[in-house]
């Protein structure tokens, strides 16, 4: 199954997905959310009997998809293309997966795993916390009566990790600026979303401050070093799309051409190289194609109709977009993820 000529770029940048398309990118995680094995857990050993233990045994809900997060965002993707293609072909077979994930006993278990122990607690910080936010969020804004079955199973997977952020914010005295996982600025952006849509004042108000100390008085960033070998994100553009969330129009756009030199956007907008897709770690290049095209699209998106920056952006995301999407499978270690990279860049 390959993803080549799927439809011409203005349509991959500005439309929804079609049903045709939009089956093709589902079976993706359609396939691996009850694939085992090969896993990567994330679990820390604290006695013998932990070792025994199955990715299944320790996470009935997300234990497929080679390891958690991606598990998590595999569950977003298919909840999001059943609600914006609600005539997807294979849609019983889709709720039928998601289902056997979103059952009570499932759900509190995956809750309690996070409250085993005070090393468990911080598991999947803070990447897998944002996934799980978002795939709430989606849940959320679904009038589906499965759907708010599904969503009320969560909550107390949700609210685990709601607290944990909570907890853990004030505490983190310095953003993770990496390309991969630990990206704060990455789970701040997800994490206000879901803030806002769910009315959470006091999560909304603290990740506000945070991203406001963390981040607003940074300035002359090049951006020249990226990327690292094995990045996903651009943790330059990604603190620009949590600050484009924060900050008010006129007050954004001023922080922004303070914040990004032009030859760092420049090299920003460089499609990356992608060596061997095959290896699990330089296949990561991929997804940061997709990533770079999202950010590039809502930063700006809030940015003035005259800014000389937008047109390029919003050219070279479509771009990024296109050039990517031929490359969703082919091996594993793109296969079990890259496909909710792609429709969370199409869908902004």
Known sequence: MRFALLIALPMLAKSPLSDDIAARLAELPLKCIHQEYPNKTGHTIETESDARLSPRELHPAFYGCFDWHSS???????????????????????????????????????????????LAATFERTYGWAWLLKLDEELLGWDDAQGREWLRNMQPLTAV???????????????NRTGV???????????????????????????VKRAREYYETNTAVTALQEPDGSDFFSPSLEVADLMRRV????????????????????????????????????????GLSFS??????????????????????????AELIEKTMPHLTGSYGGEHWLASFAVYALSQ
């Open 72 to 118: 998590v965002h595999g569950h977003w993707m298919l909840v999001r293309l059943l609600k914006t293609n609600p005539a997807l072909p294979k849609r019983d077979e889709i709720r039928r997966v998601l289902a056997s994930s979103f059952t009570p006993t499932a759900m509190r278990a995956e809750a309690d795993y996070f409250k085993r122990s005070k």
């Open 161 to 175: 990790v709601r607290e944990a952020w909570i907890a853990y914010l004030p505490k983190q005295t310095y953003p």
């Open 181 to 207: 996982h630990p990206n704060t600025a990455f789970g701040l952006v997800f994490a206000l979303d879901w803030a806002r849509a769910t009315k959470h004042a006091e999560f909304e108000a603290l990740i």
């Open 247 to 286: 900050l008010p129009g006129k007050e954004f756009a001023a922080w922004f051409s303070r914040y990004l030199r032009e030859p760092g956007l420049a090299n920003l907008m460089k499609p990356p190289t992608v060596s061997d897709r095959s290896d699990y770690q330089i296949v990561h290049l991929d």
């Open 292 to 317: 770079r095209a999202w950010c590039l699209k809502g930063i700006a998106s809030a940015l003035p109709a005259t800014s000389k920056r937008r047109a390029a952006m919003e050219r070279t995301a």
